[in-house]
Structure formats: C-alpha cells, structure tokens
Nanobody, 115 residues
Framework: QVQLVESGGGLVQPGGSLKLSCIASGDRFRGYAMSWYRQAPGKQREWIGQITPSGSTVLGSSVKDRFTISRDNNKNAMYLEMNNLKPEDTAVYYC?????????WGQGTQVTVSS
C-alpha cells in the first residue's frame, strides 16, 4: 500500500509564499502522474493541478499564475510552490495519484493565509 505524506504548510501573510512537499512510499512513484488538491472549511475538495511522470504540468485557472508544480522522481517527491498567496487559498492541501487511489489520501498539510 502506497502512503502519501504532505508537509510544508503553515501560517503566511497575504502576498507571501510557501512550498509544500508530497512524499510517496514505494517504488512506483515515477510512473504515475500526480495531483494536488485542497479543501477549505465547509467546501468540497478542489483539484489544483497535476504533473505527468515526465514533468509536464496543468494547473487550475484560479492558481495557474501563482502556483507551480514540480517533482523529483529520485526522491519520490512532488512539490507545490505557492506565491502571492491570498486568504482564499486557506485550506488543507493534499496530494494523490492520477487516477486517485482512494486508500492513499494522507493527512494533508494546513495552509492559512491571514494577516
């Protein structure tokens, strides 16, 4: 069973930056496309973007000018670099495979954007 562990969240002021990490256990990470998601209080989980095994990315319209997804297959790691953060980016951020593996959801990492 593959496990995903997200980290790097925290409290940041509007306009600030954070870089989140997603680390996967197991040796099949490099063959999978991966996605980032977020869930704000009282809202459904939202897809943010994804990265292919070779590193091509697609991001949602609300974040594409501010967020960047990257990966390091040698470290079984995916990253989400977030710039110019806004209060509406406040959420718990998660990663998963493409397609989603329902048993792979981690605990997520909390991002709070507030002054």
């Amino acid at each position: 069973q593959v496990q995903l562990v997200e980290s790097g969240g925290g409290l940041v002021q509007p306009g600030g930056s954070l870089k989140l990490s997603c680390i996967a256990s197991g040796d099949r990470f490099r063959g999978y496309a991966m996605s980032w998601y977020r869930q704000a209080p009282g809202k459904q989980r939202e897809w943010i973007g994804q990265i292919t095994p070779s590193g091509s990315t697609v991001l949602g319209s609300s974040v594409k000018d501010r967020f960047t997804i990257s990966r390091d297959n040698n470290k079984n790691a995916m990253y989400l670099e977030m710039n110019n953060l806004k209060p509406e980016d406040t959420a718990v951020y998660y990663c998963n495979f493409v397609p989603v593996k329902s048993d792979a959801w981690g605990q997520g990492t909390q991002v709070t954007v507030s002054s």
